[in-house]
C-alpha cells in the first residue's frame, strides 16, 4: 500500500506560477511510475504528466507542454509538477498518481495509487 499526500495548491492569477508536491510513503518509491491528474468542475479526469521511476521519460499532455515541469526526487520520495504561466483552463483538483513499474500511465484506468487532490484555482 502506498499513500500519497499532495501540498502546494492555492490561487493564483493568470500568468502565476506554482509548484505541487507529492509525498509517496514506503520505500519502494522508485519502482514507480508517477504522475499528475487534474479534474476541472463538471469534467472528467484527465492525464497532465507522468515520470518513470529514475526521473526519464517525461511526457505531457499537449496543453501544458513548455508550461509544466514534471520531475521527482527519490531520496524524498517526492514528486513535483512546476507550473509557469497558469492560465484559467488549468483550474482544477490536481491529483498525485502512482503505478508500479517503469509503464506509461496516461489513463485514470491504470493507476495503482491516488492522492487526495490538491485544488489549484487560476483567476483571469
Do not use: H
Not at 22 to 27: N, P
Amino acid at each position: 500500500q502506498v499513500q500519497l499526500v499532495e501540498s502546494g495548491g492555492g490561487v493564483v492569477q493568470a500568468g502565476d506560477s506554482l509548484r505541487l508536491s507529492c509525498t509517496g510513503s514506503g520505500r519502494t518509491f522508485s519502482t514507480y511510475t508517477m504522475g499528475w491528474f487534474r479534474q476541472a468542475p463538471g469534467k472528467e479526469r484527465e492525464f497532465v504528466a507522468s515520470t518513470r521511476g529514475s526521473g526519464t521519460l517525461p511526457y505531457y499532455v499537449g496543453s501544458v507542454k513548455g508550461r509544466f515541469t514534471i520531475s521527482r526526487d527519490n531520496a524524498k520520495n517526492t514528486v513535483y509538477l512546476s507550473m509557469n504561466s497558469l492560465k484559467p483552463e488549468d483550474t482544477g483538483v490536481y491529483y498525485c498518481a502512482a503505478r508500479l513499474g517503469q509503464v506509461p500511465m496516461t489513463s485514470p484506468d491504470g493507476v495503482d495509487y491516488w492522492g487526495e487532490g490538491s485544488l489549484v484555482t487560476v483567476s483571469s
